[in-house]
Structure formats: structure tokens, C-alpha cells
């Protein structure tokens, strides 16, 4: 069993349409909880970052932790075509340290 | 956001040469300098964790001897493939931690081709 688990897609979805992305996780010691979108042939940008247990919002992103699930989400409102990319969630369990990153997922987002 | 860059973006070499790629942190001092590897359609793989003035720690299944890395200074890692062979044809990422923050900003990425 992979420590972080993320469902690959592709998931296309109409402009305008929340989009809902997901990734559960097996380690109970990761603490600090990422998204980076990935568009092809690009490095990661960092999109959300959070700590511990909570939702943090920054525009038409949220991002949700649920640590007694073990499972965090990414919530796009109002999607675009340029949203259309490769979202990796990462997390760890100290500050600064290694990122354990999911497969992705390849989101394609139709005007 | 933090700006990480690399060099070069894109090389292509023959087999058996050896290529060296740069990491740099333009507006911050980064301690700590990852470095990974990405083949097409999956994840990111931590390759080895680059510490200034130290030697570099490498993940279980890296060999050391064949991927050299150097962090000579607060901005600037290495990383130069040995003897490179066309297994090595990947994209490489590095990233840096920006002081007390908990986040990592990643390079715009560098694709190797070995023919």
C-alpha cells in the first residue's frame, strides 16, 4: 500500500463546474498537507498549504483536511480551462522536510 | 512566491556522457535543496536531500556514485548525471525550503534526453 494515495483521473469537467479532488493517506505523523498544480512539461506550483486539521480558502481554492480520515481534498469553484493541469497533494510529517507526493491527477476542464 | 530556477531546461547527450544541471534560489537562501525525478504520467520520486556544506543524503535505491550532488552555496545545488545512459532520460525537479517555512517551491523542471 502506497503511503499517499490519489486517484490519477483524467477528470474532465464542464467550465464553471467545483471540482473535487482527493487524497487519502496511511501515516498518521503527517502533519503539514499540500497542493501543487503541474502543467505539462512544468515544475510544480504550490497552490494550498495547511496544517494539522482544518479548511483554508485563497479564492476559488479550499482545501480541507480531515486527519481522523486520514484524507484531504482540494476544491475548485468556478473551474477554468486554464485550471486545466496536473494537481499533486504532498504532505509530511516535519517542517522543511521530505514531501511524500500522490500519483496526481490530470484534470481537464472543456469551455 | 519563492522563485527557484534551473539550467539547463532541456538537454539531449549520448550515452556514457555526463550532464550537469543547476538549481538556484533567486530571492531567498535555501539550506535545504531537493532533488527528484519524474517519469511521464507519475508522481514526483525524491531522488537525495542536499544540505549547504554537507553531503548530500540519497533516498534507498539512488545510487550516489551516479548521481553527484553539490550544494556549494545557500543558493545553488547540483546535480550532474555520471555516465549517463538512456534509462536516465527523465525530468528532473529540484525544489528549496524557504527558511522557517514548512513549503517547498520547485524549479520549472529540466528534461533529459540520453540517446
Known amino acids: 500500500q502506497k503511503e499517499v494515495e490519489q486517484d490519477p483521473g483524467p477528470l474532465s469537467v464542464p467550465e464553471g463546474a467545483i471540482v473535487s479532488l482527493n487524497c487519502t493517506y496511511s501515516n498518521s505523523a503527517f502533519q503539514y498537507f499540500m497542493w501543487y498544480r503541474q502543467y505539462s512539461r512544468k515544475g510544480p506550483e504550490l497552490l494550498m498549504y495547511?496544517?494539522?486539521?482544518g479548511n483554508k480558502e485563497d479564492g476559488r481554492f479550499t482545501a480541507q483536511v480531515d486527519k481522523s480520515s486520514k484524507y484531504i481534498s482540494l476544491f475548485i469553484r468556478d473551474s477554468q480551462p486554464s485550471d486545466s493541469a496536473t494537481y499533486l497533494c504532498?504532505?509530511?510529517?516535519?517542517?522543511?522536510?521530505?514531501?511524500?507526493f500522490g500519483q496526481g491527477t490530470e484534470l481537464s476542464v472543456k469551455p | 512566491g519563492a522563485v527557484v530556477s534551473q539550467h539547463p531546461s532541456r538537454v539531449i547527450c549520448k550515452s556514457g556522457t555526463s550532464v550537469k544541471i543547476e538549481c538556484r534560489s533567486l530571492?531567498?537562501?535555501?539550506?535545504?535543496m531537493f532533488w527528484y525525478r519524474q517519469f511521464p504520467k507519475q508522481s514526483l520520486m525524491l531522488m537525495a536531500t542536499s544540505n549547504e556544506g554537507s553531503k548530500a543524503t540519497y533516498e534507498q535505491g539512488v545510487e550516489k556514485d551516479k548521481f553527484l550532488i553539490n550544494h556549494a552555496s545557500l543558493t545553488l545545488s547540483t546535480l550532474t548525471v555520471t555516465s549517463a545512459h538512456p534509462e536516465d532520460s527523465s525530468f528532473y525537479i529540484c525544489s528549496a525550503g524557504q527558511g522557517a517555512r514548512e513549503t517547498q517551491y520547485f524549479g520549472p523542471g529540466t528534461r533529459l534526453l540520453v540517446l
Open positions: 530571492d531567498f537562501q535555501a539550506t535545504t
Open positions: 495547511t496544517y494539522s486539521s
Open positions: 504532498a504532505m509530511s510529517d516535519n517542517q522543511g522536510g521530505k514531501l511524500i
